[in-house]
């Protein structure tokens, strides 16, 4: 069973937090908030955001990468590793 | 009026399709879709949300620095973006 | 009199540093240390690079936004930290 | 062979250009050139550092992780990865 099978759960609360915090920014939109408030409100998202694909992208390295069932398995885990990779290390 | 209030409706849409992605993942987690799926889930979510807070902060700047309406206006407006600067360039 | 020039001197030993952490991983490639040593050198350097940075466009929002001598100054400031943002918020 | 001693000479060559780069910085705090023009000196620097160590990181997975000469070694490498991860998604 894959990790974010494991802990589906776990993932799924984080993942509706983090859209509560979108909710806080569609309000504050709505609301015409000042802008700085805003701002803050979109930099914590990336914060939790950040720090949610941090850890599943290392579990994924251990899981399916370093615990591989076999080495097809983790030649397709390390692709999947190496372009999330692009997108970060640019 | 400030920029997030001049440009409301297109924010909260560009929110609301970032809620959209967020489900999305949501949905993938339930399904037990494979880890190299999700991540790629999430570095979507943030290509999306880097991409909103660049235009958002871009805005910030010169609305409330560059036509800032005084001296004090424009101080807070610096110190807010110091602040978001601070979360990304680390 | 602008803050890079009268920070002069410590940015310049700062720059030095930065100068002598890329020596470092000259000296690792030369003597075919092992990768994950230089991966954390140039880990290293792009921490010292990011602090460097962030602290001059700091200066650069305050001295040269903030307090720029006319609205001709001010703008082109506001367009060189728009410039340097781009590379960093995407 | 690992993939930093296999491209030892181009590695090297690229972090002496690196070295130059920040050789142009240092020569345009001495001159006292405009801030904007050190900031943009900078942000190319970074896109070289970013560019260099986005590549080591990659063939570091790919020759130390998905080719390892055994668990042990590429345990090893899965740990240097994760490390190297951690400051950068942040």
């Known amino acids: 069973m894959s990790h974010t099978t494991l802990q589906k ?3 799924i609360a984080r993942v509706s937090r983090l859209k ?7 309000r504050a939109l709505e609301a015409e908030r000042p802008c700085g408030e805003i701002l803050q409100l979109l930099a914590s ?3 939790a ?17 370093l615990n591989a069932e ?10 999947e590793i ?9």
Chains 1, 2, 3, 4 share one sequence.
């Open 9 to 11: 759960k776990k993932l």
């Open 45 to 47: 998202v990336r914060g």
């Open 20 to 26: 509560g915090q979108m909710e806080a920014v569609e």
């Open 49 to 65: 955001l950040t720090g949610l694909t941090g850890e599943v992208l290392d579990d994924h390295l251990r899981e399916h990468v």
């Open 82 to 90: 190496s372009e999330v990779l692009r997108t970060y290390i640019r």
């Open 70 to 79: 076999d080495d097809a398995a983790r030649a397709e885990a390390v692709e």
